[in-house]
Antibody, heavy 120, light 107 residues
């Protein structure tokens, strides 16, 4: 069964750096775009950006450009979401999701989520 | 950027009722519109893709329709397990936007 398995919950202080991960199973991981989606407590879903692990081609939402870095290591079927200097406002649940793009594009497979808490 | 609106923001209905949610895009998105269900504490789950196609394994009481800028999602007979928040999502050349969500609960 194909899965996306995310790294565990994190508690960080403002100003610290963080890199969370999303590991895919299956041989074809590098052939699908993988997105990151933020969900702040009690709020809706926000698309942050997307990466193609095969060549690390990346596209960011204008709202998140420059705020985070998305990267991938196709050799271990893993994509990452990274912050250089966390803020309290980065506190949220973060999901990775696999894109299926034939005509349109939809997210058919989701990770379980990684809760990031930023507090002094 | 393409903006998405959803209505209502919440609704309360009885078991067995038909429930309808609408989603509107700020510009023509053809049929590149998808619907997700999210239960509390869980990741979203794809229900409908390309406006009207039912994802494998999803019960047939869920349906979607529409094209262009106006879309509709329906549950033909609301069940207790359908209590969740429902989101529409558009796709435009590797740019994505989710609607604000509709919270559905049982009256």
């Amino acid at each position: 069964e194909v899965q996306l398995v995310q790294s565990g919950a994190e508690v960080k202080k403002p100003g610290e750096s963080l890199k969370i991960s999303c590991k895919g199973s299956g041989n074809s991981f590098a052939s699908y775009w993988v997105a990151w989606v933020r969900q702040m407590s009690g709020k809706g879903l926000e698309w942050m950006g997307i990466i193609y692990p095969g060549d690390s081609d990346t596209k960011y939402s204008p709202s998140f450009q420059g705020q985070v870095t998305i990267s991938a290591d196709k050799s271990i079927s893993t994509v990452y979401l990274q912050w250089n200097s966390l803020k309290a406002s980065d506190t949220a649940m973060y999901y990775c999701a696999r894109l299926i793009s034939v005509s349109g594009g939809y997210f058919d497979l989701w990770g379980q989520g990684t809760l990031v808490t930023v507090s002094s | 950027d393409i903006q998405m609106t959803q209505s209502p923001s919440s609704l309360s209905a009885s078991v067995g009722d038909r429930v309808t949610i609408t989603c509107q895009a700020s510009q023509d998105i053809y049929n590149y519109l998808n619907w997700y269900q999210q239960k509390p504490g869980k990741a979203p789950k794809l229900l409908i893709y390309d406006a009207s196609k039912l994802e494998t394994g999803v019960p047939s009481r869920f349906s979607g329709s529409g094209s262009g800028t106006d879309f509709t999602f329906s549950i033909s007979s609301l069940q207790p397990e359908d209590i969740a928040t429902y989101y529409c999502q558009q796709y435009d050349d590797l740019l994505f936007t989710f609607g604000p969500g509709t919270k559905v609960d049982i009256k």
